[in-house]
């Protein structure tokens, strides 16, 4: 059915126009049909009231625009695939696509999830055609390959099974996994080296994945934010390298501890010995790798095993400073009066690469923050969580992941959780 429709109701979407560039000498000769009368309609279609969008004619547009015409013959499309159509429609007029233009159509289609099979019909051609078309042109190729994967992972993402997705692109079951798992490793990677989950979504998005914050939550499997209850010696293997921004310990010691005021509340700490030299040097050989090029690492101590404590930590790490905590309310200790009044712990200040402070102000090597109170202590040698605060946030900026292989009662966990840095922990025995 032919319908006069005036021009000023007919958009061109950009996309159909892209399928072909508009070029003057055609336009001529439309305008020397319209002038002779023998020019055909243009095939548009129904989108509201006097709304209609262009399939094919828009040489023979042009002409009658340049013509001052009002109005135009066109014939009403009644399909819903407008782009495939106008594709067609442009194969039927004989006249070939240029390489680029060709590249963008074949693009689009494969985008629309159109099969081989489908785009070979579209063209009027044999599917090994265009299979030959891909093939011969390394940039289509990437670029297809690129926007299937993105597809791919956007149908996943929609809920489609991965055979499902297969069928649309034509791909097999196993490429479509291939392309999903790869993604999803990349996806985590990102978030263990540190993107924030907003700012995965954010680059997905550039990218045209469709990702949203909860899908994220459902698919990352965190590596982090979590305590795991084992020897370090086996555990710290396990993770990844170079992801930790900065490690917090506080080893035992190596004095044989035992607090002899609290009638005995607290069994002694395993490898609170001589053992605990090697556990010190064994685990900062297999944390190592683990940490970031850049990365700052405390190690708590004691004056009475310093200089075995010292170079081994020195095998490793550059040591930088010795900070001093000074516990403000030590407890009562010997009530004989034979020796000085323990009031202060060491803490070894040490860096891999060269990471900087991230506070403005220099801080100085004294802390002062109160001992845990003795009725509130979950582990015998619990340390102030705002005192760990202070060195995660001298340290470390939000996001960044910190570390304690000898958690305790998870002083660290927590102070980097409240500090909103990832966390991650080992630790021997559950503290309850
Ligand atoms: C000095 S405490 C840490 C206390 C902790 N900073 C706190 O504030 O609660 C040392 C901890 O290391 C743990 N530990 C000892 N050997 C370990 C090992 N091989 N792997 C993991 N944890 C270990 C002990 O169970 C103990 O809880």
Redesign the pocket.
């Known amino acids: 059915m032919i319908k006069i429709i005036p021009i000023n109701y007919i958009e061109i979407d950009e996309k159909i126009d892209e399928i072909r560039k508009l070029d003057e000498v055609m336009v001529g000769r439309y305008i020397e049909k319209y002038e002779s009368g023998t020019s055909k309609p243009i095939l548009v279609k129904r989108i509201g009231r006097d709304k209609y969008i262009l399939v094919d004619g828009k040489h023979r547009l042009k002409a009658c625009k340049n013509l001052k015409r009002n109005k135009i013959d066109c014939e009403l499309f009644d399909g819903d695939d407008i782009y495939s159509k106008a594709v067609e429609m442009n194969q039927e007029h004989g006249i070939p696509l240029t390489k680029e233009e060709e590249e963008t159509v074949l693009i689009n289609l494969f985008e629309m999830g159109k099969t081989q099979e489908e785009i070979a019909k579209i063209f009027h051609i044999g599917q090994s055609a265009i299979a030959m078309r891909i093939k011969r042109n390394p940039m289509l190729t990437k670029s297809l390959c690129d926007k299937t994967n993105i597809s791919s992972v956007n149908e996943i993402i929609n809920g489609k099974k991965h055979e499902e997705v297969a069928n649309i692109y034509g791909l097999s079951r196993s490429r479509i996994t291939q392309i999903w798992n790869d993604w999803l490793n990349e996806l985590t990677n990102n978030y263990n080296n540190g993107s924030t989950k907003q700012e995965i979504v954010e680059q997905e998005s550039e990218k045209g994945i469709k990702l949203t914050l909860e899908k994220l939550n459902e698919l990352i499997e965190e590596d982090y934010n979590k305590l795991i209850i084992g ?3 086996k555990e710290i293997p396990k993770l990844n390298n170079e992801i930790i921004d900065c490690l917090i310990i ?3 010691y190596g004095q044989d501890y035992q607090s002899h005021h609290r009638n005995n509340k607290f069994k002694k ?3 609170d010995n001589q053992k605990a030299f090697d ?1 010190l040097d064994n685990s900062l050989k297999l944390i190592k790798p683990k940490l970031n090029k850049n990365s700052h690492i405390y190690i708590f101590t004691s004056w009475k095993v310093i200089e075995k404590v010292k170079p081994i930590i020195e095998k490793y790490f550059d040591i930088k400073n010795c900070l001093v905590w000074d516990k403000v309310n030590p407890g009562m200790g010997d009530t004989v009066g034979g020796n000085y009044g323990e009031q202060y712990e060491l803490i070894i200040f040490a860096k891999q690469g060269n990471k900087k402070l991230v506070v403005d102000k220099r801080p100085i090597n004294i802390l002062s923050f109160r001992k845990v109170t003795e009725g509130l202590m979950k ?1 015998p ?3 102030p969580i705002e005192l760990i605060k202070e060195l995660i946030n001298n340290s470390t900026k939000e996001n960044e992941l910190v570390v304690d ?8 966990l927590t102070a980097a959780k409240e500090l909103n840095r990832r966390w991650l922990g ?4 559950e ?1 309850k």
């Open positions: 020897d370090c010696l506080d080893p035992p700490i395993k490898y556990l582990h040698t619990q340390k292989y000898f958690a305790g009662s998870c002083s660290t080992i630790e021997l025995n503290v």
